[in-house]
């Protein structure tokens, strides 16, 4: 049976490293992977990670080892018993009716004139509370969220209020957030980011680009508290295919199946390569709301027999697809950073992408891959029949790309760094931080 996270902690646990909470809303998930890696790197890097999710993932959503590990060991806010209402809601209220009142006229101003956002602050502010309680009873006091979404506006309300009604001889609460955009930055003014920076303690950008978005928002005094940390793969468990051919004429699409990825401009770039004399097949790994869309696209364009649509896999079988795979591509039209272009680049295997957002930070055109403009079917067919026609191309950008991860984007290189971060954080104890 596994451990609860949320046990209280004994004193010598306490002095041995500093304890943080991961605040996600939901974990773990396929397409937030990239949150396992990083907890396991903070944890080698003498960190204790508590991870904590608004929302549990259902039974079918977990896919993988890591998966099942990762859901043991998360505590979960929703739902909420009528046992944790009373000892984390209404208790406080009733003793300290001055910081309760104080932090939910917090909540409820950062909803503004917004009727709907006014009540959805004040449900946060009742899972603030219950965060703020759990980590209390937990010895946690820095609470790390992942996304400038509610998992940080519950980070923000749980430290405020535990800030409020702390003694003088506690440590302070303290939280910071990881930015990854872009989806932050379409709602700007909805997901406070100026008023949550102003707050945290410190704020990871995923890429320059990130960090850049967040500039122009917020207060240059606060520019300091901006840190790139790029995500990352370990290139161990995405390595090359060795010995193993790969399927002629083969393109793997990895991604959540949602408009903004690009699969119908990689559906037109495949009709046109047909009609060129090119017959390439594309396997697009991946679930999601547009897969009805992409699969009539697809019998429309007389497709069926060159696409296949596998549907969410888990980590222990993608590095497979991979490998099976001669060209790697995502024709996206936003992003922030995507982790499956590093697993790809990892693995040896030539990419296809958009000069989007973050991505001109992994991809350098002509050299650890082939950046196309976003939306323009006839340049990525372009790219793809010149890679799937030149064995030494695909080579050289594949080994290329791989270098580039290595060098830039091993998460065992970048935990450390987020580690310290977070140990220099005022709700952890710095003291006792010991860089590996």
């Known amino acids: 049976m596994a451990h609860s996270p949320f046990q209280p902690a004994d004193r010598s646990a306490r002095t041995a490293s500093p304890r943080v909470c991961y605040m996600v809303n939901r974990y773990p998930l396929v397409s937030h992977t990239f949150i396992q890696r990083e907890i396991a790197a903070v944890r080698e890097a003498g960190v204790e990670v508590v991870p904590v999710a608004l929302r549990g993932s259902a039974a079918d959503e977990v896919l993988s080892e890591g998966d099942r590990r990762a859901r043991q060991e998360?505590?979960?806010?929703?739902?909420?018993?009528?046992?944790?209402?009373?000892?984390?809601?209404?208790?406080?209220?009733?003793?300290?009716?001055?910081?309760?009142?104080?932090?939910?006229?917090?909540?409820?101003?950062?909803?503004?004139?917004?009727?709907?956002?006014?009540?959805?602050?004040?449900?946060?502010?009742?899972?603030?509370?219950?965060?703020?309680?759990?980590?209390?009873?937990?010895?946690?006091?820095?609470?790390?969220?992942?996304?400038?979404?509610?998992?940080?506006?519950?980070?923000?309300?749980?430290?405020?209020?535990?800030?409020?009604?702390?003694?003088?001889?506690?440590?302070?609460?303290?939280?910071?957030?990881?930015?990854?955009?872009?989806h932050e930055f379409v709602a700007e003014r909805h997901h406070h980011l100026?008023?949550?920076?102003?707050?945290?303690?410190?704020?990871?950008?995923?890429?320059?680009?990130?960090?850049?978005?967040?500039?122009?928002?917020?207060?240059?005094?606060?520019?300091?508290?901006?840190?790139?940390?790029?995500?990352?793969?370990?290139?161990?468990?995405?390595?090359?295919?060795?010995?193993?051919?790969?399927?002629?004429?083969?393109?793997?699409?990895?991604?959540?199946?949602?408009?903004?990825?690009?699969?119908?401009?990689?559906?037109?770039?495949?009709?046109?390569?047909?009609?060129?004399?090119t017959a390439a097949t594309a396997v697009f790994v991946g679930s999601g709301p547009f897969r009805s869309v992409i699969e009539d696209r697809i019998r429309r364009d007389g497709l069926s027999d060159a696409v296949q649509l596998v549907g969410a896999i888990g980590q222990d079988d993608l590095a497979d697809h991979y490998r099976r795979a001669e060209v790697f591509c995502l024709p996206t039209f936003i992003e922030g950073l995507p982790v499956v272009l590093m697993e790809a680049m990892a693995c040896g295997l030539p990419v296809v992408t958009t000069p989007v957002n973050g991505i001109p930070e992994l991809v350098e055109d002509g050299v650890t891959g082939m950046l196309v403009p976003p939306g323009r079917s006839d340049l990525l067919a372009d790219a793809l029949e010149s890679l799937l026609s030149s064995p030494s191309l695909r080579a050289s950008l594949g080994e290329a790309g791989r270098r580039c991860v290595v060098s830039e984007f091993d998460i065992r290189r970048i935990g450390p760094s987020i580690a310290e971060l977070l140990a220099g954080s005022p709700g952890a104890s710095v003291r006792e931080f010991q860089s590996p």
């Open 74 to 182: 998360t505590a979960t806010i929703r739902p909420v018993s009528a046992r944790t209402l009373w000892c984390a809601v209404i208790l406080p209220c009733l003793r300290r009716p001055r910081a309760f009142v104080a932090t939910l006229f917090q909540a409820l101003r950062a909803g503004r004139t917004d009727l709907r956002d006014i009540v959805w602050n004040g449900f946060y502010f009742v899972e603030a509370l219950i965060l703020w309680h759990r980590c209390k009873r937990s010895g946690v006091r820095h609470i790390h969220a992942h996304f400038a979404s509610a998992p940080s506006d519950l980070a923000w309300l749980a430290t405020s209020f535990g800030n409020r009604v702390r003694s003088e001889t506690e440590r302070p609460w303290s939280w910071s957030m990881t930015v990854h955009g872009w």
């Open 194 to 277: 100026r008023e949550k920076v102003a707050d945290a303690d410190f704020v990871i950008c995923i890429s320059d680009f990130t960090r850049s978005q967040l500039m122009r928002q917020v207060d240059p005094n606060e520019w300091p508290k901006l840190h790139v940390r790029h995500c990352g793969v370990d290139p161990t468990m995405f390595a090359p295919r060795g010995d193993a051919r790969a399927i002629p004429s083969s393109i793997l699409c990895v991604g959540r199946l949602d408009a903004e990825k690009g699969h119908l401009v990689l559906v037109d770039a495949l009709r046109v390569l047909r009609d060129r004399g």
